[in-house]
């Protein structure tokens, strides 16, 4: 995929002037995908994103450390707020050609029907029932080959979750990743080196620059231009190297999409003024946290021999918690885990013998 970098156009100092029919902000899950219908459907279309384009031979290449710089937003710094006793929770976004999903562990569940019969009963939204559904979430699961893990590539550390499962009068479910020759590397969340994990800037945005789609990485918007009530562009900058904005960038279009996520398209709308008008702008933000546990054994398990999200479990869905399989590279496992100095080192060198094991509490919006 040939993607324009801001970085090697930041040597003229007038700004960069484009026009379009459809200017969308953002190239992740949903930015990606209405790229590649509008430029099919014949509509010109210019993607902007305001992370660089990470190549899987880079990706490879760096320490999970090292791709949280470059392609998680805020570097991997990004937490909720606690509210009494809660803690901060940490939150990732990615920040890259192709978004969050580049970073995600590649598990794809459909929306369940019961959420689905929900938004049509009690939000009146009757084009999303689960029967209307169906066909587009097939068209996805196509596109972005989504199959499911099969059992050999479960960890040790998963098996051994399973056979407490057993015990205890429930199992596990395989999962339904977006995957293709997956090795089992188990580095979902910091890019996939091998290009297994189909991720839309593997699928959708290449789909859109045959189309004729352009691409710009390193390109951050700052505004909506408005003329009345009407939206008729965006304006913001090109980043160097360093992420450090630098020439000006405007983009006039036709027609103006958000795409960058549920925490910055309500930001762009506020600053524009729109959300004055807009009272639910910035409201319902739902994030479901995730936990995990870890257990050590006495012979090694390596956990992270195998797919780094294989099986999922809905034994305790009705107290809206779903189990799911989990084992992160062991530089960021060890650095999750508490003391300082010796105390930590004495712990950290159990890696090998952990098991882990986590889940997801559905939230309310708030």
């Known amino acids: ?40 459907a014949g509509q010109k279309v210019v993607i902007l994103e305001e992370g660089p384009h990470l190549l899987p031979a880079e990706l490879g290449k760096m320490r999970p450390s090292e791709t949280m710089r470059r392609g998680w ?48 009963e009690e939000l009146g939204l009757r084009s999303l029932s689960p029967e209307a559904m169906a066909p587009h979430f097939d068209e996805v699961e196509r596109r972005c080959h989504i199959e499911l893990v ?22 596990l479910a ?53 003329h009345g009530d009407q939206a008729i562009g965006v304006a913001g900058r090109l980043l160097d190297a360093e992420g450090q904005p630098g020439r000006r ?15 910055h398209t309500p ?17 319902g933000m739902t994030l479901h946290p995730s936990m995990r546990v870890m257990a050590r054994f006495d012979e090694p398990v390596y956990g992270w021999r195998g797919a780094l999200q294989s099986a999922h479990s809905e034994a305790f869905v009705d107290e809206r918690i779903t189990l799911m399989s989990v084992f992160v590279p062991t530089g960021v496992l060890a650095a999750t885990l508490p003391g300082i100095g010796h105390s930590h080192k004495r712990r950290a060198e159990m890696a ?9 509490i559905h939230d309310d919006p708030g």
């Open 73 to 120: 937003r805020e570097a991997g710094m990004s937490f909720t707020v606690p509210i009494g006793d809660s803690p901060a929770i940490n939150l990732m976004v990615g920040r890259c050609v192709g978004g969050s999903s580049v970073m995600t562990g590649g598990v794809c569940f459909r929306t369940p029907d019961h959420i689905l019969h929900e938004w049509v």
């Open 352 to 360: 090998p013998y952990l098991a882990v094991f986590g889940g997801l």
């Open 267 to 283: 930001r762009l709308l506020q600053d524009a003024g729109i959300a004055d008008r807009l009272a639910a702008v910035g409201e």
């Open 1 to 40: 995929m040939s993607v324009i970098s801001g970085r090697t156009l930041m040597g003229i100092a007038k700004p960069l002037s484009l026009s379009t029919d459809v200017v969308i902000v953002g190239s992740g899950a949903s930015g990606a995908v209405v790229a590649a219908e509008l430029a099919e």
């Open 249 to 263: 960038l405007v983009v006039r279009a036709r027609r103006v999409i958000l795409a960058c996520g549920g925490m």
């Open 174 to 226: 395989p999962n339904r990743r977006n995957t293709k020759d997956c090795d089992g590397c188990s580095r979902c969340n910091f890019g996939c080196p091998h290009q297994a994990k189909w991720s839309v800037d593997l699928t959708y945005l290449p789909r859109a620059q045959a189309a004729g789609a352009e691409v710009f990485a390193d390109a951050r918007v700052e505004e909506i231009l408005l």
């Open 150 to 171: 099969p059992e050999h590539m479960r960890s040790r550390s998963t098996v051994l979750y399973g056979q407490g499962a057993e015990r205890l009068g429930y199992s």
